[in-house]
């Protein structure tokens, strides 16, 4: 199964990493195929802009 494990915190050293970071590992060692996007670290801008008219 494809998985992606979404997270969006931005201490690397949060609680949240580190149970997404085991979850990763578990549903891997598991067979399934897993993507762990950390939206810190990968720049995401939330705030979606309009065009300018």
């Given amino acids: 199964m494809r998985i992606s494990v979404i997270l969006g915190h931005p201490y690397d050293k949060s609680l949240?990493?580190?149970i997404a970071?085991?979850?990763a590992d578990v549903l891997?060692?598991?067979g399934h195929d897993v993507r762990l996007h950390d939206m810190y670290r990968e720049n995401f801008d939330p705030v979606i802009r309009g065009r300018n008219l």
Wanted: glycine share 0%; hydrophobic share 35%.
């Fill in 16 to 18: 949240n990493h580190a």
């Fill in 28 to 30: 891997n060692n598991n």
């Fill in 21 to 23: 970071a085991t979850v």
